[in-house]
């Protein structure tokens, strides 16, 4: 059974900083691994997807990696503002189109 | 375009009462997922539909929780009878054909049971 880790579980940053969001998955075969963003009350928002094949993905201020062999994934957030609040969630997709999320990363950019 | 819609947004109800929740894909969208998320919790799929057809069942609580998605549209989860542990937010969320890795979330609905 995947199982997918996240870490920190919270992290708080000032306003400026760079962070990197952690995420480890049990099982290699994926097909991809996607990173998304909630907002409270909110639904989930797709920021990147990965394919397996692939070793990263860049959007705006976001950078992604995979390495599937060890079963890590980053998310690198640069340069942050206060408008990067929310809950970042890592998830991977394997057989089925079956997408198994970790519990998230909480994160707090203050001003 | 109209994203998913969900409603109601919030329910509360006292345990063993039933309870319905509405979703309404995106137009055009012909699967659809019901997942159900925990306090601190990632989401967790419940059921998986394509057009009218429910292919992943797998995680759903069949002796309390059912499904349906009539004329492979909108679609309805309910619960009957509701316990304390079902609190939680629902999410629907929906695919296109040509992009099954892009799904799109509703906002959920947020119930509470007591």
């Known amino acids: 059974k995947q199982e997918v880790t996240q870490i920190p579980a919270a992290l708080s940053v000032p306003e400026g900083e760079n962070l990197v969001l952690n995420c480890s998955f049990t099982?290699?075969?994926?097909?991809?691994l996607q990173w998304f963003r909630q907002d409270p009350g909110k639904g989930l928002t797709s920021l990147l997807l990965i394919q397996s094949s692939q070793r990263e993905q860049t959007s705006g201020r976001l950078n992604a990696s995979l390495d599937k062999s060890s079963g890590r994934s980053t998310l690198y957030i640069a340069a942050s503002q206060p408008g990067d609040s929310a809950t970042y969630l890592c998830a991977v997709w394997s057989s089925n189109y079956k997408l198994t999320f970790g519990k998230g990363t909480l994160l707090t950019v203050n001003p | 375009e109209a994203g998913v819609v969900q409603s109601p947004r919030y329910k509360i109800i006292e345990k063993k009462q039933p309870v319905a929740f509405w979703c309404n894909p995106i137009s055009g969208h012909n699967t659809l997922y019901w997942y159900r998320q925990n306090l601190g919790q990632g989401p967790e799929l419940l059921i998986r539909y394509e057009n009218e057809e429910a292919v992943d069942d797998s995680q759903l609580p069949k002796d309390r929780f059912s499904a349906e998605r009539l004329k492979g549209v909108d679609s309805t989860l309910k619960i009957q009878p509701a316990e304390l542990g079902d609190s939680a937010v629902y999410l629907c969320?929906?695919?296109?054909?040509?992009?099954?890795?892009?799904?799109?979330f509703g906002p959920g609905t947020r119930l509470l049971v007591l």
């Open positions: 969320a929906s695919s296109s054909r040509g992009d099954q890795e892009t799904q799109y």
């Open positions: 099982d290699s075969a994926i097909y991809n």
